[in-house]
């Protein structure tokens, strides 16, 4: 039986309270008990997930942003519910970020809206109790006061890291380490300052960690950018935080906006698209050869308009929606 429903959006492991998120491995178990509409295009990935029968709980609206600490690099895409069908719209720059969230919560006229940011949301478990975090959504206003003053400040010497000011390093200077980083917080190995979603699968390297903000890979400057900019606002006005503020079922049966980390990387897994060790999303051959390899696709012209998309024409970005058989 073919039904529409909403994706997954990957998380966190649950190691403390409610500091992070349940894990992958949970999330994916639930999904293989439902069918599934894949909302994917490569610059910004809807993957968002809705628990098996609870269409009249539903969401109306799924708006997902592809964060950067550039704004002319934060694209984002919506899909509305119509007719009990998914209407997917062209993907279109954030703008400011008080726009997105106007954007957002003036969508709450047809009901509920899921957000999904692909910045972390939550903290690494070991961090977490060393610094005597016990819930992240508690410890989310305090951050950039008083003892948390700092917070945001990103370090720019070892001497300056601290529970308190967690993310380095500033510069790429010379002599920057995770070692430095490592110790400086309180921990025994580097892989302690990974979220349970970050760490190396069979199939996926580890990520980099929250609080490491030097490299192309880092996604500290980003959540620093989107913590500010985002959640804390959006908290204001009313919004709640997936699975922090409870479980999704609920939240979308009572929440206007819920907002949600997610985790292309691992989406890209879902549905057969990941990109191997040796490949890289940003490279027009190994797109093509993604797109010719999956079945669901679509046409050879959207196959050749996915595989030609450049990162400096975002538009022309395909999106597709895809049904999956329930098993």
Not at 165 to 179: L, V, W
């Amino acid at each position: 039986m073919l039904r529409h429903t909403i994706v997954l959006v990957s998380g966190c492991g649950a190691e403390i309270s409610d500091c992070l998120f349940p894990s992958v491995t949970e999330v994916l178990a639930e999904l293989k008990q439902q069918a599934a509409v894949e909302l994917v295009n490569r610059s910004a990935i809807l993957c968002l997930y809705h628990a098996k029968g609870l269409s009249s709980g539903m969401f109306e609206t799924l708006v997902h942003a592809d964060w950067s600490m550039s704004p002319k690099k934060r694209w984002a895409a919506r899909a509305r519910r119509v007719a009990g069908n998914w209407q997917v719209e062209d993907p279109y720059p954030v703008g400011s970020c008080a726009a997105l969230l106007d954007h957002c919560f003036g969508a709450i006229a047809d009901g509920p809206v899921l957000v999904g940011f692909d910045f972390p949301i939550g903290v690494p478990a070991a961090f977490a109790a060393n610094a005597g975090i016990t819930s992240f959504r508690d410890a989310l206003p305090l951050l950039g006061e008083g003892r948390w003053k700092d917070f945001f400040h990103v370090a720019e010497t070892p001497g300056d890291i601290s529970l308190e000011r967690p993310f380095y390093p500033r510069s790429s200077a010379k002599g920057a380490t995770r070692a430095a980083l490592v110790a400086a917080l309180g921990m025994s190995r580097y892989e302690e300052l990974l979220r349970m979603c970050e760490r190396r699968t069979s199939v996926r390297r580890e990520a980099c960690s929250l609080f490491w903000t030097l490299g192309g890979n880092q996604v500290g400057r980003a959540a620093i950018s989107g913590w500010r900019e985002i959640v804390a606002p959006a908290l204001l006005r009313g919004a709640r935080i997936w699975p922090f503020d409870g479980n999704l079922a609920d939240l979308a049966k009572t929440a206007a906006v819920v907002i949600a980390e997610t985790y292309p990387a691992e989406a890209y897994r879902m549905i057969d698209a990941g990109f191997a060790a040796t490949e890289s999303k940003r490279r027009v051959e190994d797109r093509r050869r993604k797109s010719t390899a999956h079945p669901g696709l679509g046409s050879a012209t959207r196959r050749e308009a996915i595989s030609q998309c450049s990162c400096q024409h975002p538009r022309r970005i395909w999106i597709q929606v895809q049904r999956r058989r329930q098993v």
